[in-house]
């Protein structure tokens, strides 16, 4: 797998994982644009997701990685923005499918429901996987409203 930008953030309960998660990134040749958060301190997710899904968005990185305490809150945030497709992770089979099926193009993660092994794995198989189109593509252009 070639190196990519991948965008990265969480709220407090997910820094933990964060860490972690974007350790694995770098060592595996990523480029990371960090949107915090850095600190223990509370925070709100909202605001981490609303930044990463922004740099996806626009095509400053190709994927995303958010976490927080169940990854269900910040997916919801991150899922506000047009053309994101942020998914919750808990397993590689996930992983796969969301990219194979979904086009997904973050990655979420409940620091507070998956562990770290099963996160790095579920990570690596969502960066290694391609969308496989056909009649997946025909479902996704259902996802985005008319104009």
């Known amino acids: 797998m070639s190196a990519l930008t991948i965008a990265i953030g969480g ?3 997910g820094l933990p994982l964060k860490t972690i998660l974007q350790a694995a990134l770098a060592e595996a040749g ?3 644009l960090d949107f915090g958060t850095n600190s223990p301190d509370s925070v ?15 095509g400053s990185a190709r994927f995303g990685v958010l976490v927080c305490g169940t ?3 910040i997916s919801i945030a991150a899922n506000r923005h047009p053309g994101i497709r942020a998914a919750v992770l808990h397993n590689t089979t996930e992983a796969r499918l969301t990219r194979a099926h979904n086009d997904a193009n973050i ?3 409940g ?13 690596r198989a969502f ?21």
């Not at 709100?44 to 626009?58: L, S």
């Not at 620091?111 to 990570?123: F, I, Y």
């Not at 996987?129 to 409203?145: D, I, Q, S, W, Y």
């Open 71 to 73: 990854g269900i809150g």
């Open 44 to 58: 709100d997710y909202p605001d981490f997701a609303h930044k990463v899904a922004e740099a996806v968005a626009a």
């Open 11 to 13: 709220d407090h309960a």
């Open 30 to 32: 990523h480029s990371l």
């Open 127 to 147: 960066l290694a996987t391609e969308f496989e189109g056909g009649r997946h593509a025909r479902r996704l252009a259902k996802l985005t409203p008319p104009a």
């Open 111 to 123: 620091a507070r429901l998956v562990g770290t092994e099963p996160a790095l794995d579920a990570l």
């Open 107 to 109: 990655a979420c993660f």
